[in-house]
T-cell receptor
Framework: DAKTTQPNSMESNEEEPVHLPCNHSTISGTDYIHWYRQLPSQGPEYVIHGLTSNVNNRMASLAIAEDRKSSTLILHRATLRDAAVYYCILRSQTGANNLFFGTGTRLTVIP | GAGVSQSPSNKVTEKGKDVELRCDPISGHTALYWYRQSLGQGLEFLIYFQGNSAPDKSGLPSDRFSAERTGGSVSTLTIQRTQQEDSAVYLC????????????FGSGTRLTVV
């Protein structure tokens, strides 16, 4: 699977929107962009995924650049419970079957 | 059940002993994955099962590690002759379609080898 680049850490004030960036310049045309998050002492949790178009669900929004070389996970209103490590992962439709979890972005939410 | 269930939640074992970790995936999920996460580290892929196909064992770190999945449902990860470096949280995940859908992870088994 193609690799992604994320900032090691970010901070956000509570109740403010958060934009978590991810660069994936080597993405192929059939790679899905997946986001997961891992809260302290828990297993990772699926957040959202997309291919080309922006996606919205109850947890977050995913904005995908037109050239697909970057994407942004948007939390519209950060809460203390959103403090976690956020992983941006490319999911190949033809390559290895497993998801490769990099180091992710550690999000700190400030009350 | 509603989620992926793993047991035990915690396991302390003596160096050299064998351990078995169990994973109950979500009913109907055809894909099952095992990962491990050492303290403060990222997730390391171990093994993948998809339906009746041969498992992808490419992530198993040594021949002391093995896993099976019976009847396409419950999976057991076995570690023989445990070593201290095996101490980690072992996470199981399942999904409906391994390419198109997200994974659902269990809460993991924390293994401590003393």
């Amino acid at each position: 699977d193609a690799k992604t680049t994320q900032p090691n850490s970010m901070e956000s004030n509570e109740e403010e929107p958060v934009h978590l960036p991810c660069n994936h310049s080597t993405i192929s045309g059939t790679d899905y962009i997946h986001w997961y998050r891992q809260l302290p002492s828990q297993g990772p949790e699926y957040v959202i995924h997309g291919l080309t178009s922006n996606v919205n669900n109850r947890m977050a929004s995913l904005a995908i650049a037109e050239d697909r070389k970057s994407s942004t996970l948007i939390l519209h209103r950060a809460t203390l419970r959103d403090a976690a490590v956020y992983y941006c992962i490319l999911r190949s439709q033809t390559g290895a079957n497993n998801l490769f979890f990099g180091t992710g972005t550690r999000l700190t939410v400030i009350p | 059940g509603a989620g992926v269930s793993q047991s035990p939640s915690n396991k302390v074992t003596e160096k050299g002993k064998d351990v078995e970790l169990r994973c109950d995936p979500i009913s109907g999920h055809t894909a099952l994955y095992w990962y491990r996460q050492s303290l403060g580290q990222g997730l390391e892929f171990l093994i993948y099962f998809q339906g009746n196909s041969a498992p992808d064992k490419s992530g198993l770190p040594s021949d002391r590690f093995s896993a099976e999945r019976t009847g396409g449902s419950v999976s057991t990860l076995t570690i023989q002759r445990t070593q201290q470096e095996d101490s980690a949280v072992y996470l199981c995940a399942s999904s409906l379609y391994y390419r198109e859908q997200g994974y659902t992870f269990g809460s993991g088994t924390r293994l401590t080898v003393v």
